[in-house]
C-alpha cells in the first residue's frame, strides 16, 4: 500500500461555474500497473470515509481477498472537499492566504470524477478494469461510467441511486439545519460547528441503519429502564466519533455535494443519460436500505443493457454494503 498525494497547481474549472485555483489530490494505491495499463480497480469512497479503503473495506483488499493486489493496481482517491489530504474547506485558498470554511464553492460529483482523470493520467492507467463503491461512492462510479465510457469496463454499482432522491435530500437538510443550528459553525475556524455536527451524525445513522438492527443491538433488556437509554448512548458515541475524525465545514459539503446528483442533468434525462454507458453493470441492492432502496439500483439495470441486478438479504440497512463484504465478494466472483 502506498499513499500519495498530488499537487495540481492549474486552476480547476468546477461545474456550476466556480473555479479552484488550485488543487491537492490525496489518493492510495496497492498492487502495480500492468504492461496493457489496465488491470486497475478504482474504489470510490463514501460521505466520510477517506482513501484508505483497505481501513473501511475490511476484507476486500489484499492478498486472497476479491480485490488482490497481486492482480491487481487498486486505487481509491479522496474526493474533493472532505478532510483527509484532498483540497477541501480547510485547505488554504492561494489568493486569500486563509482556509476557505464556508466560502468553498459549491462542487458536484462531475467534479469529482474529473478529478479523478487528474489521477488516472498520472499514474499512466489506459483503462480501468473496475469502479465501484457504495452509497455516494456509487454515485461518482456511475458519473465515470457515463462521462468517461471508453474507460471503463465493469461497474459494480452498490446501494446507490442514479439520482439523489426527495428522500435523501431531506435526510441532508436535516443534518444542514443541526450544523446551522450550532452558532461557532459561522465563525470559520478549524473547531467550528462541532456540536451541530455531532447532531447531524446522530440524524444520518437513523438512516444508515433501521428499526430492526435498533431494536436488536440497542435493546434494554430491563423493563424499569427510564434514562440513560442504551439507543442515546450509541447515538452520542457515534457523535463524538465523527467529530474527533472530521470537521462541519467538510461535512456540509459533501452533505450539498450528494443533493446535486441527477445523472440526467443536461444530458435530456436520466433514461438518455445511462445509454452513454458502456460497461458491463453489477448493481447491488440491500434488502433492508432505507436511505438508497433496492428500486434505485434496479433502475439503472433497467435502463442498461449488459446489467444485472442482485440482492443482499441483511438486517444491517445501508450500512450492510460495509459490513456483508463475505456477500458482496460471492456475488461479485460469480460475475467477473
Avoid at 429502564?225 to 458515541?237: G, L
Wanted: proline content about 3%; aromatic content about 12%.
Amino acid at each position: 500500500m502506498a499513499f500519495n498525494t498530488l499537487k495540481y497547481p492549474f486552476e480547476f474549472q468546477l461545474e456550476l461555474g466556480d473555479k479552484l485555483p488550485e488543487l491537492e489530490l490525496a489518493y492510495h494505491t496497492w498492487g502495480r500497473l500492468n504492461e496493457n495499463k489496465d488491470n486497475v480497480i478504482w474504489i470510490c469512497h463514501a460521505l466520510t470515509a477517506n482513501s484508505n479503503a483497505e481501513e473501511w473495506w475490511s476484507g476486500m483488499i489484499g492478498k486472497g481477498n476479491l480485490f488482490d493486489p497481486d492482480e491487481y493496481l487498486i486505487v481509491c482517491v479522496n474526493i474533493l472537499g472532505s478532510c483527509y489530504g484532498t483540497t477541501g474547506p480547510l485547505s488554504i485558498n492561494p489568493i486569500t492566504g486563509k482556509p476557505y470554511f464556508r466560502s468553498f464553492p459549491k462542487i458536484t460529483f462531475r467534479d469529482i470524477v474529473n478529478s479523478f482523470e487528474i489521477i488516472r493520467k498520472y499514474l499512466g492507467i489506459s483503462k480501468i478494469h473496475t469502479i465501484t463503491g457504495g452509497s455516494i461512492g456509487g454515485a461518482q462510479s456511475v458519473e465515470y461510467s457515463i462521462m468517461y465510457p471508453d474507460k471503463i469496463e465493469n461497474l459494480v454499482f452498490i446501494a446507490s441511486s442514479v439520482a439523489y432522491s426527495p428522500w435523501g435530500i431531506a435526510f441532508n437538510e436535516s443534518q444542514r439545519l443541526a450544523i446551522e443550528a450550532d452558532p461557532s459553525f459561522f465563525k470559520n475556524n478549524n473547531e467550528g460547528g462541532k456540536k451541530g455536527l455531532r447532531a447531524a451524525r446522530s440524524i444520518a445513522l437513523i438512516s444508515y441503519r433501521n428499526d430492526r438492527i435498533y431494536n436488536q443491538t440497542q435493546s434494554e433488556g430491563n423493563d424499569q429502564i427510564t434514562e440513560s437509554f442504551r439507543a442515546s448512548s450509541y447515538q452520542d458515541y457515534q457523535g463524538d466519533k465523527l467529530v474527533k475524525r472530521f470537521n462541519a465545514y467538510s461535512y456540509y459539503t459533501l452533505l450539498n455535494l450528494s443533493d446535486t446528483h441527477n445523472v440526467g442533468r443536461s444530458r435530456e434525462g436520466k433514461e438518455k443519460a445511462l445509454k452513454k454507458i458502456k460497461a458491463k453493470i453489477l448493481a447491488i441492492g440491500i434488502s433492508s436500505d432505507l436511505l438508497f432502496p433496492v428500486y434505485e439500483q434496479k433502475f439503472l439495470t433497467n435502463n442498461v443493457c449488459d446489467s444485472v441486478y442482485k440482492e443482499i438479504d441483511s438486517i444491517y440497512g445501508h450500512d450492510g454494503f460495509l459490513i456483508e463484504t463475505e456477500k458482496l465478494t460471492e456475488i461479485i466472483r460469480k460475475l467477473y
